[in-house]
């Protein structure tokens, strides 16, 4: 079993107890057996060995971009508690909307002494895109603290989280209705530049937070909506291109806020725990429950 290099020495001891093998880096490896690897992206030249491919990432787009994913390689990936830090990250933004913290605090650098306006959340209408795991641990949070949840998903179907789940063509209603409209979709052939005017030309003054992938954004659109007033602001934590130009376009959107990719980041636990889960998956005979269809892309 090998990791990437850049695995941490805790992570390797508690794969290698999880597994009952030893766990080196792709280099220690002469070849010749099944092999399963654990980490960002596949390592050249372990294709033909691999059996078991475990991503220590929730996207998997990196993945399977370039040539078709191998017949016979099983692809699972790691979501572990991250699907709960993103809905935080969303969270605090929206709060940080509401209670006008930056106001604040830039009226105390100037000294000035001034209530202002602030609202609650509770009532208010998100629609969030994709209804997998990180998607519902969104709507739960949200749901949590009084916002009704709208979810899209490529299946409609119930899913206790959701107040409601639809499908593409039913979304547009909704996002007309929306204070908060939030992207947790994965990359797909799909899904790349889903948000277009269409879409975006929809809103009514909604906030957009993307925590999803940044090439399901048209940025075109993007900027025509917050310039027209479509939406009100963008929260964007993933891009494109990371980091971006310091001449690329994104920086000079209009009330938009621009974190580096932080929303969920992934710990040592969540990958230890998720490769747990799959393996007792396996030995029972049951499909791992983070596996991956490649033809879909998650």
Known sequence: MTVDARTSGDLRERLSRIAGR???TPDAVGGGGPLIHIGPVVPEGILTDLVWFHSTNAGV???????????????????????????????AWMLEERQRTSLYRAQQEERRWERQDVDLVDGDLAVVFGAGRIGRAIAELLRSVGLRVV???????????????VGA??????????????????????????????????ARGACFINVGRGETVRYDALG?????????????????DEPPGHDDPVWDL????????????????DVAEDFRAC????????????????????
Not at 62 to 82: E, Q
Not at 174 to 193: C, F, I, M, N, Q
Not at 254 to 269: E, Q, W
């Open 22 to 24: 030893p766990v080196v």
């Open 61 to 91: 787009d990196a993945v399977l971009g370039g040539s078709p994913w191998p017949d016979g390689v099983m692809l699972t990936r790691t979501v572990g508690r991250m699907g709960r830090r993103i809905a935080e990250y969303i969270l």
């Open 151 to 165: 979810g899209v998903a490529a299946t409609p179907r119930a899913i206790p989280e959701f107040d409601q789940v």
């Open 169 to 202: 063509p039913e979304a547009v209603t909704h996002v007309s209705r929306a204070e908060w409209l939030v992207s947790a979709l994965p990359l797909t052939d799909d899904t790349r530049g889903y948000f277009g005017r269409s879409l975006l030309g929809a």
């Open 224 to 240: 025509e909506a917050l310039h027209g007033g479509r939406l009100r602001r963008a929260v964007l934590d993933v891009l494109p």
């Open 254 to 269: 209009p009330r938009t806020v621009i974190t580096p990719h932080t929303a969920g980041v992934t710990a040592d636990s």
């Open 279 to 298: 393996w007792e998956s396996l030995r029972r005979g049951e499909r791992p429950p983070t596996v991956v269809d490649p033809g879909r892309g998650y």
